[in-house]
């Protein structure tokens, strides 16, 4: 089985985060055995560098095609005629080297337009996966170029995935479609191997927040739902066990977190980390007590499965993604926006975090969220697609 995965840009050593969900599917369906090429349609400003024009290499075992066109924000009815026309370059400089996939497999409702203008000039059957929060909102909420142009776009696709129930049910009831459910995958970095055993420092009881420091993850309702619970007790437990809030991230409410944490005298107490690594999130998750991301809209919300893959109970808001995964047995659900509930909700993992059973989260979490298990979700939407076409072509 060959697929043509088409994405809006590779990750790299400078934006080790760009295009990631989607090359990690990359990874994730070769290594199951397909013949995957991972094509990059980056029309990012001249302020992202990288070498313009086209690029070929190897990256973890994918061989990657990229077109790279310094672009930033146009108007998009010219966005997307040179968006075409990059993935039909793109297209035939892979064609002549590996011929017409089976699949072609776009991620997000900009880059799927593109992709669309190679349907007459192939017979690959297309597939799209939609995790965007731009049409994870109300039907008034939507920009004018997707309530023009969403429609059509996905009702062109064989198949429309979404990575949550509730971006499903969006979709339908905005555009009359019929998305199917697979959800996004985890790293391996954040899957813990059944011998390791979660660190927990006697002297400290840890909650971690990871996520972009921006309003709609909550950094500072965080920061002062996380004071409200614990500064009557001078934040500490039986009068040794400090209590310790971490923040990993960075962005437009950075200096404003600083400021709430200087104002409310809670330097001690919150640590303010900046953006790090995945492999440096992953082992300060293994060593935390729970972890708390409070988001007003999730798509998704990876950073929950991480957490619970490092063996983590959490605290997850009523936001879209996270009702598909967080129940009684790893973590609580509260309502967005409701500072008295997200305190209310920091006193209770306090006093029953440990009464979790962590590697029983960790374990049901890789099972589920695993890159072979999503992996094998999506091959079973190919082979569908195939077997079908196959079928039909017996009967012409």
Same mark, same amino acid.
Request: net charge positive; proline share 4%; glycine share 6%.
């Given at each position: ?11 790299? $050593? ?9 090359? +990690? ?16 349609? $980056? ?98 909420? @939507?920009? %004018? ?21 509730? @971006?499903? $049910? ?16 985890? +790293? ?16 400290? &009881? ?5 996520? %972009? ?39 437009? @409410? ?11 005298? @809670? ?23 729970? &972890? ?32 598909? &995964?967080? %129940? ?8 967005? $926006? ?18 979790? +059973? ?39």
């Amino acid at each position: 089985m060959y697929i043509l995965l088409i994405a809006g840009s590779c990750p790299s $050593d400078k934006y080790p985060l760009n295009g990631i969900f989607e090359f +990690d599917q990359a990874k994730a369906l070769a290594e199951t055995g397909c013949k995957v090429i991972f094509a990059a349609i $980056d029309l990012r400003s001249v302020r992202h560098w990288r070498k313009w024009g086209i690029e070929h290499f190897y990256k973890e075992g994918v061989e990657v095609y990229t077109i790279n066109i310094p672009l930033g924000k146009i108007p998009h009815i010219l966005l997307s005629h040179i968006g075409k026309a990059a993935v039909k370059i793109l297209y035939h400089t892979i064609k002549k080297g590996h011929g017409e996939p089976d699949i072609i497999h776009s991620h997000f409702l900009e880059i799927a337009e593109f992709a669309l203008a190679l349907k007459p000039i192939t017979k690959a059957k297309f597939v799209m996966t939609e995790h965007s929060s731009t049409v994870n909102v109300t039907y008034k909420e @939507l920009n %004018n170029w997707i309530i023009k142009c969403a429609r059509d776009i996905y009702s062109a696709y064989d198949v429309v995935i979404t990575v949550s129930q509730t @971006l499903s $049910d969006r979709l339908k009831s905005h555009f009359n479609i019929n998305p199917i459910v697979i959800p996004n995958m985890l +790293d391996p970095l954040f899957i813990s191997p059944p011998a390791e055993k979660i660190i927990e420092e006697k002297s400290i &009881f840890c909650f971690v927040f990871v996520g %972009n420091l921006i309003g709609g993850k909550c950094p500072l309702l965080c920061i002062s739902a996380f004071n409200r619970a614990f500064a009557e007790n001078s934040f500490c437990v039986n009068n040794h066990i400090l209590i310790i809030l971490e923040i990993i991230g960075d962005g437009s @409410l950075y200096f404003e977190c600083e400021d709430m944490i200087k104002k409310l005298g @809670l330097e001690k107490h919150i640590r303010l980390l900046g953006r790090l690594s995945r492999k440096e999130i992953a082992k300060i998750l293994k060593k935390s007590n729970c &972890f708390v991301l409070p988001s007003k809209a999730e798509t998704f919300g990876v950073v929950y499965i991480e957490a619970m893959a490092c063996g983590l109970p959490i605290i997850a808001t009523k936001c879209g993604g996270p009702e598909l &995964f967080v %129940n009684e047995a790893n973590g609580v659900l509260i309502p967005v $926006d409701k500072e008295d509930a997200l305190a209310n909700a920091f006193r209770f993992m306090l006093n029953n975090a440990g009464k979790y +059973d962590r590697e029983k989260i960790a374990n049901e979490t890789k099972n589920k969220f695993s890159p072979s298990a999503v992996a094998e979700q999506i091959k079973a939407v190919y082979r569908g697609l195939i077997n079908a076409n196959n079928s039909k072509k017996s009967f012409i």
